[in-house]
C-alpha cells in the first residue's frame, strides 16, 4: 500500500515517517510554498516585519528544543529558557572577549551550544541516573532556572566581570569598560573574508530561517529514525524499554542534551538578534511561556508547535498594543485553546481540515487516528 | 494508501495555517507619510508594576493635549499635531525590546519613552539608541548614563541620596544601616549612601543586599536592633520587600527611616495600613502633596481628565515633564531631525512652571536641575513636608569627566569611577 | 537574657517559616494529590481570598468572620473555575499547568480592570511581646498555629468523614469508586472546592502581614509549589510538612548564620538536593523504608 516511490520522494524518505504529521508530498509542496514566502518576506514586507519574523522564528527554535524532549521523549522541562538564556551569555561573554582578537563569532557561537549542552549533561547525569521522572523533573528543572537566575540578577556589582565582559545584573549584559567592544550581531567566516548579519537586517533574518529550516528538517530525521522510536518507547513505558534492553537513562541523557544545545543555539540567536542578553528569561514566566507554546500547538508535533509558536508570539505583541487587557486577552486565549483541544490545538485543527479533506475525496471515511498524535491510555 | 492519504490532509491542515499568518504579518499596513510627529511610550499597563507606572500615559495624554489644543508645533515648514502611540510592555523586559522595535520600524517614531525600571529601560533604551532615536526615561532613577540619545527626566541621586541623607544627618546623627534589594538600581543607590556618607561625615554600619523574594525579615530586623543606628536607608523594592515594615512594627524597630523607593511611585502610605510606615523620610521630586501653585494646578488637572487616579506620583509629573520638554525642543530646532533637536535639547530645555518647580535640562549632562523635598510619613499615613531641598544641578558626568555636548561615551558611570571619591569605596 | 532572647528569635524564626510554607502549600497540594492537577492559579485563589477579607474588614465583620468569608469566597470562586475549566483536565499534570496559568492570567488581570489600583490594606493585630532586647509580632505565631490548624483539619477530614472516605478512594481507584455508586465528579468538585478555600483563607493571613494588589498571590505560587513537590504525593499531608519542616531549617540556619541572601538560595539548592536524593518526594521516599523495614 506505498506510494510509488520517485526521486522526490526518496529525497524526502529520512524525513517521513509515523512520528511526525505531514509526509506526503501535497504537505511537502505546501511547505516549499510557505518556505518560499518566508524567503521572499524582506522583499514584500517591511522592516519591522523581517525583524519580527527573525524573533519569531528564534522563538520556534526554542519551541522546538521543548517539543523534542517533552513530546517525544515524555520529559518535560519546566527550565527549558535556562538554557535558552545559558546560550545567550555564554555566546556573549565568549563573542565580547574574542571579537577583536578573532574578527568573527564563530567560536562564540559554538560556545552558545556548547555550554547548556554541557550543563544539561551535568544536571541531567545527576537527574536520570537518580530516577528522577515526571513532574519532579520538571520542578527540579525550574529550580536549577531560578537558581541560576538569582545569581545572575545580583551581578550589578562592577566586580562581576568575565574578560571584556560585565555581566550586570538584570539591566543586562555589556562592556567593562568603555574601552571594551560592544556585544556584536553574528559575524562568519576567516581572517578578512567575514560576512556580518546585522539582527536589524534581511540577512540576519535569512540565516535564522536557514538555521530553523535546518532544525526542523534535522529533527524531523531524528525523531523518524530508530532513535525517535526508542524515544517514543521510553516516553510511553520506560520500564517496556528497559527490558527490551535499552539504557533509558542514556536514552533520555542523550536527548535532554540535543534539546539543550537547540535551545542555546536559540539563545544564542536571541542574543546576537537584539545584541542584548538580561536575565528576565530565568524566571517563571519565561518558563512557562515555552511550555505554553508547546502545549497549545500540541507536543508530539513539530511542525504544530512551530505554528504555535508563531501564532501565540504574533499575538502577544499585537494584544500589546491594545493596552491594559492584554494580558487578560491572552489568558483567554490559552484557557479557550486548551479546553477546545486538551492536546494541542494546532495538532487538533490539523487533523480536522484533513479529515474534511479525506471526506470531500471520498476516502478514507473510518480514517485510523494518526499514530503519533494517539492518546495510549494507561 | 489510506494511511498516506489521511496524513497528507492533516499536513495540509497545519500549512494552511501556517499560510495564515505569513498572510496576517505581511498585511499589517505600512506607516504612512508622516504628517503627525510621532511620540511612541511603552508602560506597564498590565503586570506587576502598573499600579506604579499608569500614571505616566495620564502625564504623556495631558502634555500632548495641551500642546495640539494650542496647536501643535511648526517643525520642517508645516504646523504638526503629536500622535502619542502608547504600547503595554505587560511589566516583561523582552516585550520593551520588542515594542521598541516596533516604535522604531513601524511607527518610525521621533522620539521613544518607555521603561519603569532599570531592566525595561535598558532593553528599550538599547534598540532605541542604536537606532539614532531619542530615548526618554522619566521617572528617578540612578543616574550617570552617558548615552548621545538618551534624556531623564527625573531626578537622581545628586537630587535625592545626598541632600536628603545630608540633613539626616545633621538631624538624627551619623550612624546608619543600609538594606536593599539585590539588583543594579539599589547596589548604586548603595554606593551614592556611601558617596554621601563620606562627604557628611555619616558612618554606614551595615550594608546588606536581599534578593527579590525574600518576605522573612525577623533576622535582619534583629541585626539592625543590635545596630542601634541613628536612623536606617532603605532600598526595598517589592511587595514582599514592603512586607518589612509590619514585621518591623511588631518587632519594635522604631529607628527613623529613609527611602527614595517608597511613595513617590507607589503611593504606599495610601496603600499599607496605618501606622505600618510611621517614621519614613522620602525625598520625591514630584508627589501631589508637594507645595506651590504649580504642584496643585497639575494634580487638578491631572484629576480632571482621570478622575480614578488614586494619587498623582512623579510618573505623572516626569512623564508631563518629558513631553513639554520635547515640545520645546522641537520648536527651538524647528524640525524633528535627530541630531537638531539634541543641540536644542543640550542648549538646557528650561520649564519654569514644572509640577515640581523649576525644571532645566542640562545639556552637558542630559539630566535635569529640579527641587526635591524631604517628606515625612506620621502615624496617620499623613505626609509631613520636613524640609525643601532646593534645586540641587546634576554635575556628576562632569566631575567623572564627561561633556556630553562634546562627546558621548554610551555607557553608565557609578559614583566609583568618580576618582575623588575612591576613599568611600574601599573596605572597612 | 541576651542569649535566651536570641535563641527566641531563631525558634520563631523557624516557626515563622516553616508557618509561610504551610499556610501557603496547604490548599495547594490537597488539589495536586487528589486530583494530579497543578494549580498555577492558586495564588490568585488567595488573592480573593484577601481581598474579600479586607472588604469584610472594611465594612465592620471581627477579623475572624473575614477569615471565614474569605475562605467561602475563594471556595465558591474554586467550584466556579472547577465546573468550568479544570473538570476537563484531571490527571493531566502538565495540559492543567498550562490552563491553570491562563487562569491566573485572567483572574489577576481582570481584577486590575474591575478594581483598579484601589487601595486595599488591613492592619496587623495582635501587637508583639518581648524576650531581653528582642521583640516578636504575635500575629505571625499565630499564623503558624492556624496553618496547623488547617492540616490538622483537612487530615481530619480525610481520616474521619464519609467525603474523606470517599475522595480517598476516589483518588485511590476512580474507575473502582464510580463502579461501586461513588460520584467521583462531586468529589473532584467539592475536593477543588475545599482546596480553593484552603488558599482563600492562607489569603486572608497574608493580607494582614501584607500589601493587597491584583498580583498579591503570584510570589506564593513558586514556592508553595516547590514545598508540595518537595514533599511528595505518597502521603500528601505528612509530605508538606516534612517538606515544610525541612525548607523551613535550612533557611533559618542559613539566613541567621550568613544572612537573606544566603538563606533564600539555600532553599533553592535544599529542594534541588532533596529531589535528587528522594527522586518522589520526602513522604515516598520515607514510606518505602518503612515498608522495607517491616519486609524484613
Not at chain 2, 488637572?301 to 478622575?307: C, E, L, Q, T
Not at chain 3, 511581646?129 to 505565631?141: D, M, N, T
Request: aromatic content about 12%; some cysteine; proline content about 5%.
Amino acid at each position: 500500500m506505498r506510494e510509488p516511490a520517485k526521486p522526490f520522494g526518496r529525497l524526502l524518505a529520512p524525513f517521513n515517517g509515523q512520528q511526525t504529521l505531514g509526509n506526503s508530498r501535497f504537505f511537502w509542496a505546501c511547505w516549499l510554498i510557505i518556505v518560499v514566502a518566508l524567503v521572499l518576506l524582506p522583499f514584500i514586507g517591511t522592516r519591522y516585519q523581517v525583524i519580527t519574523a527573525s524573533n519569531f522564528i528564534i522563538s520556534a527554535i526554542l519551541a522546538l528544543s521543548l517539543c523534542l524532549i517533552w513530546g517525544f521523549c515524555g520529559i518535560l522541562s519546566l527550565g527549558q529558557a535556562a538554557f535558552y538564556c545559558i546560550g545567550g551569555y555564554a555566546y556573549g561573554i565568549v563573542a565580547m572577549n574574542l571579537i577583536e582578537r578573532h574578527g568573527n563569532t564563530n567560536v562564540a557561537i559554538l560556545a552558545g551550544i556548547a555550554a547548556p549542552a554541557l550543563f544539561a549533561a551535568v544536571v541531567g547525569a545527576l537527574m536520570f541516573f537518580s530516577r528522577l521522572k515526571g513532574v519532579y523533573v520538571a520542578i527540579l528543572m525550574l529550580v536549577t532556572s531560578l537558581l541560576l537566575g538569582l545569581f545572575m540578577r545580583q551581578t550589578a556589582d562592577p566586580s562581576y566581570t568575565m574578560g571584556a565582559a560585565y555581566l550586570g545584573g538584570m539591566n543586562g549584559l555589556s562592556p567593562a569598560t568603555a574601552n571594551d567592544p560592544q556585544l556584536p550581531s553574528i559575524i562568519l567566516g576567516f581572517g578578512e573574508a567575514v560576512a556580518e548579519f546585522d539582527g536589524r537586517g534581511a540577512s540576519f533574518y535569512w540565516l535564522v530561517l536557514g538555521i530553523g529550516i535546518a532544525v526542523y528538517l534535522a529533527l524531523r530525521w531524528v525523531v523518524n529514525s530508530s532513535f525517535g522510536y526508542v524515544l517514543v518507547a521510553v516516553r510511553e513505558d520506560p520500564e517496556r524499554a528497559e527490558t527490551f534492553g535499552y539504557d533509558v537513562r542514556l536514552v533520555q541523557l542523550g536527548a535532554f542534551c540535543l534539546s539543550a544545545a537547540i535551545a542555546g543555539l536559540a539563545g544564542t540567536l536571541y542574543t546576537a538578534w537584539g545584541t542584548y542578553i538580561h536575565p528576565d528569561g530565568f524566571s517563571v514566566g519565561a518558563n512557562i511561556l515555552v511550555v505554553i507554546w508547546v502545549a497549545v500547538g500540541g507536543r508530539k508535533d513539530l511542525t504544530a508547535v512551530i505554528v504555535a509558536t508563531m501564532v501565540l508570539s504574533w499575538l502577544s505583541i499585537e494584544l500589546a498594543t491594545w493596552g491594559e487587557i492584554s494580558l487578560l486577552m491572552l489568558g483567554f486565549i490559552l484557557v479557550g485553546a486548551m479546553l477546545a483541544a486538551p492536546e494541542g490545538a494546532f495538532i487538533a485543527l490539523g487533523t480536522g481540515i484533513g479529515r474534511l479533506r479525506a471526506r470531500l475525496r471520498g476516502v478514507g471515511r473510518k480514517a485510523p487516528a494518526v499514530y503519533g498524535v494517539q492518546e495510549l491510555k494507561p | 494508501m489510506i494511511t498516506s492519504l489521511y496524513r497528507l490532509k492533516c499536513a495540509g491542515a497545519a500549512l494552511a495555517c501556517a499560510l495564515g499568518f505569513v498572510g496576517a504579518l505581511t498585511a499589517t499596513p505600512a506607516a504612512a507619510a508622516k504628517s503627525d510627529i510621532v511620540l511612541c511610550t511603552i508602560d506597564d499597563l498590565s503586570g506587576d508594576f502598573s499600579l506604579m507606572s499608569t500614571p505616566k500615559t495620564y502625564g504623556y495624554k495631558l502634555a500632548v493635549k495641551e500642546i495640539n489644543d494650542a496647536g501643535g508645533i511648526k517643525v520642517d515648514g508645516a504646523v504638526k499635531k503629536i500622535k502619542l502611540v502608547s504600547y503595554d510592555g505587560q511589566s516583561d523586559v523582552k516585550r520593551y525590546q520588542e515594542l521598541a522595535q516596533r516604535c522604531v520600524f513601524n511607527d518610525e517614531a521621533d522620539v521613544v519613552m518607555a521603561g519603569y525600571t532599570g531592566a525595561e529601560r535598558e532593553a528599550a533604551r538599547k534598540e532605541v539608541v542604536r537606532n539614532k532615536v531619542i530615548y526618554w526615561h522619566n521617572n528617578q532613577g540612578e543616574g550617570g548614563i552617558a548615552d548621545k540619545y538618551s534624556f531623564f527626566s527625573g531626578p537622581t541621586p545628586e537630587q535625592q541620596v545626598l541632600p536628603a541623607l545630608k540633613a539626616m544627618i545633621k538631624e538624627m546623627g551619623p550612624r546608619m544601616t543600609f538594606i536593599g534589594a539585590d539588583y543594579n538600581f539599589c547596589r548604586a543607590i548603595g554606593q551614592w549612601v556611601r558617596v554621601a556618607a563620606g562627604l557628611y561625615g555619616g558612618k554606614i554600619e551595615m550594608e546588606e543586599y536581599f534578593p527579590f523574594g525574600v518576605s522573612q525579615w525577623q533576622s535582619t530586623i534583629d541585626k539592625i536592633k543590635r545596630v542601634k543606628p541613628d536612623f536606617q536607608v532603605h532600598c526595598l523594592v517589592g511587595a514582599e520587600h514592603a512586607q518589612f515594615y509590619p514585621q518591623a512594627q511588631a518587632a519594635g524597630l522604631v529607628t527613623p527611616m529613609w527611602s527614595n523607593v517608597t511613595i513617590s511611585d507607589g503611593y504606599e502610605h495610601k496603600r499599607f495600613a496605618p501606622p505600618s510606615l510611621a517614621n519614613m523620610y522620602v525625598p520625591p521630586g514630584y508627589i501631589e502633596d508637594v507645595p506651590g501653585e504649580a504642584s496643585k494646578a497639575f494634580a487638578t488637572k491631572i484629576r480632571a481628565m482621570f478622575p480614578d487616579v488614586v494619587y498623582v506620583n512623579e510618573h505623572a509629573a516626569f512623564g508631563y515633564v518629558a513631553v513639554k520638554a520635547m515640545a520645546e525642543a522641537w520648536k527651538k530646532a524647528g524640525t524633528t531631525a535627530p541630531d537638531a533637536v539634541i543641540k536644542a535639547l543640550e542648549s538646557d530645555v528650561s520649564l519654569p512652571d514644572a509640577p515640581g518647580g523649576p525644571w532645566t535640562l542640562r545639556g552637558s549632562q542630559h539630566h535635569a536641575a529640579m527641587p526635591t523635598y524631604l517628606f515625612k510619613v506620621d502615624d496617620k499615613h499623613q505626609l509631613q513636608l520636613i524640609t525643601e531641598l532646593g534645586v540641587n544641578e546634576p554635575t556628576f558626568l562632569t566631575d567623572v569627566g564627561v561633556d556630553m555636548t562634546k562627546k558621548a561615551p554610551g555607557r553608565q558611570f557609578l559614583p566609583s569611577d568618580n576618582p575623588k571619591w575612591q576613599s568611600y569605596f574601599k573596605a572597612p | 537574657m541576651e542569649t535566651a532572647g536570641q535563641i527566641v528569635s531563631w525558634i520563631y524564626q523557624y516557626f515563622d517559616n516553616f508557618g509561610f510554607l504551610l499556610l501557603a502549600g496547604v490548599g495547594l497540594i490537597l488539589i495536586y494529590s487528589m486530583m494530579g492537577v497543578i494549580n498555577m492559579a492558586h495564588g490568585e485563589l488567595m488573592m480573593i481570598g484577601a481581598y474579600v477579607a479586607v472588604s469584610a474588614f472594611h465594612a465592620g465583620a471581627p477579623v475572624l468572620v473575614a477569615i471565614v468569608l474569605a475562605g467561602l469566597g475563594a471556595g465558591l470562586a474554586g467550584v466556579i473555575i472547577e465546573q468550568l475549566v479544570i473538570r476537563h483536565f484531571y490527571n493531566q499534570l502538565l495540559s492543567s499547568l498550562v490552563v491553570t496559568w491562563g487562569i491566573s492570567l485572567i483572574i489577576s488581570q481582570g481584577t486590575l480592570l474591575l478594581l483598579g489600583p484601589s487601595v486595599m490594606n488591613m492592619p496587623t493585630p495582635l501587637g508583639s511581646f518581648s524576650v531581653g532586647p528582642f521583640a516578636f509580632g504575635v500575629y505571625r505565631l499565630v499564623m503558624f498555629a492556624a496553618a496547623l490548624v488547617l492540616i490538622g483539619g483537612v487530615w481530619a477530614i480525610f481520616r474521619w468523614t464519609r467525603l474523606g472516605e470517599r475522595a480517598q478512594a476516589t483518588m485511590e481507584n476512580p474507575a473502582m469508586a464510580r463502579a461501586l455508586g461513588i460520584d467521583t465528579r462531586r468529589v473532584y468538585m467539592l475536593t477543588f472546592g475545599l482546596g480553593a478555600a484552603l488558599g482563600g483563607i492562607a489569603g486572608a493571613m497574608f493580607a494582614m502581614t501584607a500589601t493587597i494588589s491584583p498580583f498579591f498571590g503570584q510570589n506564593y505560587t513558586p514556592m508553595a509549589f516547590i514545598t508540595v513537590v518537595v514533599g511528595g504525593g505518597a502521603s500528601p499531608i505528612l509530605g508538606l510538612a516534612y517538606a515544610g519542616l525541612y525548607l523551613a531549617g535550612v533557611q533559618t540556619i542559613t539566613s541567621n548564620v550568613f544572612n537573606e541572601y544566603v538563606g533564600y538560595v539555600s532553599v533553592m539548592a535544599a529542594a534541588f538536593l532533596a529531589l535528587l536524593v528522594m527522586p518522589s518526594g520526602i513522604s515516598d521516599f520515607l514510606e518505602r523504608r518503612r515498608t522495607r523495614a517491616t519486609q524484613r
